[in-house]
């Protein structure tokens, strides 16, 4: 079964660090992945797709099919970047038609001035 | 376009009693998703709906719990006499076209509390 694993709970950074929020899957076939975001008060957001390779408020991932991770990064955070972030994985059952989102357990990014 | 609508915000229910969350989904979008957050979790997909059908209820429990998206109105998820392990943030989806090529909305949740 499809997996997402986003091993750390919390991570505090000072502002103008480098950030790296940790991803990795199970997954056997070729994944679509995600990285949603949720700012205090507001809805669950997409940040970016692997299929898209942009960046996005800064923010890159690649997906790395090797080492099985698609790890978030910006080499400078600000005090704005403080949320929730999500990691997720995105299949398609073609057969019945279906398209599912498997979510990882967040990570939520704390930017200390 | 206010984007997906959740209503309640809050709702808290007795063991027992029966909950309705409603889920308005963006203008334009047929296609509706349902996912439940318990806590400490991620999100956990519970069921596919378009208008008038059910695609994938592959993740709903299978008791006490249904969903509707009917013709015209929001989108239903029900629960049947609720019991504490069903308290929990449940959110909705909404796009425009089914599929990987297609961005999911959320609407901000509905925080279901059974006492």
């Known amino acids: 079964a499809q997996r997402v694993t986003q091993p750390e709970k919390l991570l505090s950074v000072f502002k103008g660090a480098p950030v790296e929020l940790k991803c990795n899957y199970s997954?056997?076939?070729?994944?679509?992945l995600f990285w949603y975001v949720q700012y205090s008060r507001q809805r669950l957001q997409l940040l970016l797709r692997?299929?898209s390779r942009e960046s996005i408020k800064g923010f890159t991932a690649d997906l790395n099919k090797g080492e099985t991770s698609f790890h978030l990064k910006k080499p400078f955070a600000q005090e704005e970047d403080s949320a929730m972030y999500y990691c997720?994985?995105?299949?398609?059952?073609?057969?019945?038609?279906?398209?599912?989102?498997?979510f990882g357990k967040g990570t939520k990014l704390s930017v200390i001035p | 376009n206010a984007g997906v609508m959740q209503n309640p915000r809050h709702l808290v229910r007795r063991r027992g009693q029966e909950a309705r969350l409603r889920c308005s989904p963006m203008?334009?979008?047929?296609?509706v998703y349902w996912y439940r957050q318990l806590p400490e979790e991620g999100l956990k997909f519970m069921v596919y709906?378009?208008?008038?059908?059910?695609?994938?209820e592959s993740g709903m429990p299978k008791e006490r719990f249904s969903a509707e998206f009917p013709k015209e109105g929001p989108s239903i998820l029900r629960i049947q006499q609720v019991v504490r392990g069903d308290s929990a943030a449940y959110f909705c989806?909404?796009?425009?076209?089914?599929?990987?090529?297609?961005?999911?909305?959320f609407g901000q949740g509905t925080r279901l509390t059974v006492v």
């Open positions: 989806a909404s796009s425009l076209g089914g599929g990987m090529n297609t961005e999911a909305f």
């Open positions: 997954y056997s076939g070729s994944p679509e």
């Open positions: 692997h299929i």
């Open positions: 997720a994985l995105g299949l398609s059952y073609s057969g019945a038609g279906s398209y599912q989102l498997t």
């Open positions: 203008k334009g979008h047929s296609h």
């Open positions: 709906l378009q208008k008038e059908n059910i695609i994938d």
